[in-house]
């Protein structure tokens, strides 16, 4: 790479990297592009020769963030496939432990549940964050039927319920700590809250 490029480069995640302290003190709305360039310490100008406008460097901040949701499902299901309970139970583990540990992940989220206003709230890039991809989905939904096939989903719960709660209460679950990080310690708490879960979508205990 050459000296320019690099340069380039290392002002191109300045950039970023203001922009998401930004992004997280006062919103993404209010927040302007001379916000980010007076604390990337660069001209306008030099952020447009890397981004079109606010709404591109939002889409940059988050691609740049790398969510690892279907690699924890694929990695679940290749250790615990054949036990669908044990599994869904260690995808919700992992899932959480990434909110807690994975820190570029955690301060996304955060802008993405907490810093976004409504205009903002249908951008496509936010489902990255605030969704399980349809891949993650469609296996998490197979799991819950591999549950059900085996007599243990709860009477009355369809696969696909089953799999849009499990959905829901983890992104109530990061929504409700990313809010306020201090109000609880979600790494002492989340197993508990899995155990929660899976006994509500469960017709027995584990």
């Keep these: 790479m050459s000296r320019r490029k690099a340069e380039a480069e290392r002002t191109r995640e ?3 990297d203001a922009a998401e302290t930004q992004f997280l003190t006062q919103g993404v709305s ?3 592009l001379a916000h980010i360039a007076a604390a990337a310490g660069v001209t306008r100008g030099a952020i447009y020769w890397h ?3 606010k709404a591109a460097v939002f889409d940059a901040l988050l691609e740049r963030v790398r969510v690892p949701l279907d690699e924890i499902v694929d990695e679940a299901m290749r250790r615990l496939g054949h036990d669908p309970i044990h599994c869904l139970h260690a995808i919700a583990h992992d899932a959480l432990s990434a909110i807690c540990y994975n820190i570029p992940f955690q301060r996304a989220a955060t802008i993405v549940l907490h810093r976004c206003e409504k ?3 249908d951008h496509p890039r936010i489902s990255m964050i605030t969704k399980l991809s349809e891949y993650s989905k469609a296996r998490i939904e197979q799991l ?3 549950v059900q096939q085996g007599g243990q989903l709860r009477r009355g719960l369809s696969p696909a319920s089953a799999r849009l709660q499990f959905d ?3 992104i109530g679950i990061c929504f409700e700590w990313l ?3 201090q109000q609880f310690s979600l790494a002492d708490e989340y ?3 899995i155990e929660t879960l899976m006994r509500g979508l469960l017709e027995s205990t584990l």
């Design 179 to 181: 809010q306020d990080p």
């Design 144 to 146: 819950f039927e591999q």
């Design 168 to 170: 829901s209460f983890l």
């Design 119 to 121: 205009l903002e709230d």
């Design 51 to 53: 981004f079109e406008d």
């Design 14 to 16: 300045a950039i970023l």
């Design 30 to 32: 209010r927040t302007t």
């Design 191 to 193: 197993e508990s809250m």
